[in-house]
């Protein structure tokens, strides 16, 4: 009978450490507008954009196009960096399509996990269809600037629990590094830079996307 349970158990956590994230989609769903070998990485924090699909927002800054994997990257961006941000689109999640942020109705604060915040976000096309979601999941259905308004004002708080994770990462990323990669001299100005030179320069073997994300936030930082 103990056997029994424990197998229970074991097959219960195998199911949920390999069920597919919310946010996620495959990359053949996955709409990215992006260019060069750095595409399907954020370009504030590096996350793999499929992974995050759900969540991602597209604008354009000084003519080009950024790809990031949540609001939160965005915000950073541009308060953070001072970035002049036009044409803002995020997925609806219902069609997994690009759409006009600024038409958007957002589901704030379902039980659905958010993306870089503790506070989802989540943007549907029409309005019935983000009412259905927030009374399956909870939320608040508002608008682009509400939403914005909210990764603003949680911003100081996502960010410190955000540089807290990545640097126990970055530690793993130094570990993964002297252990399973080729050496490089080479010097990064983002995290997703790092990740696209690791797989295009094959510098280490059999690294999964975390990682490889813990790799690009050591060679980002080091």
């Not at 424990?6 to 919310?22: E, K, R, S, W």
């Not at 991602?56 to 800054?61: D, I």
Request: glycine share 4%.
């Amino acid at each position: 009978m103990k056997k029994m349970i424990v197998l229970v158990v074991l097959f219960g956590m195998f199911l949920t450490a390999n069920a597919q994230m919310f946010q996620s989609v495959s990359m053949q769903k996955a709409q990215l507008l992006q260019k060069g070998n750095e595409k399907k990485f954020c370009p504030v924090c590096g996350m793999n954009l499929p992974m995050f699909y759900k969540t991602n927002h597209v604008a354009t800054v000084d003519g080009k196009v950024k790809q990031y994997c949540s609001l939160h990257c965005l915000v950073e961006d541009k308060e953070l960096n001072h970035q002049h941000l036009t044409h803002i689109q995020v997925v609806d999640v219902h069609s997994l399509q690009l759409i006009d942020a600024h038409k958007a109705y957002y589901v704030v604060a379902s039980k659905k996990k958010g993306t870089m915040s503790m506070v989802s976000k989540y943007a549907f096309a029409l309005h019935t269809q983000a009412q259905d979601f927030a009374k399956k999941f909870g939320g608040k259905v508002m608008r682009f600037d509400g939403a914005y308004a909210e990764a603003k004002k949680d911003f100081a708080h996502d960010a410190r629990m955000i540089a807290k994770k990545q640097k126990m990462m970055a530690k793993k990323g130094a570990m993964l590094y002297n252990k399973m990669c080729q050496k490089t001299e080479q010097k990064f100005t983002s995290v997703a830079q790092a990740k696209a030179y690791v797989i295009e320069h094959k510098l280490c073997k059999n690294l999964n996307g975390k990682q490889l994300q813990a790799l690009g936030l050591y060679l980002f930082k080091r």
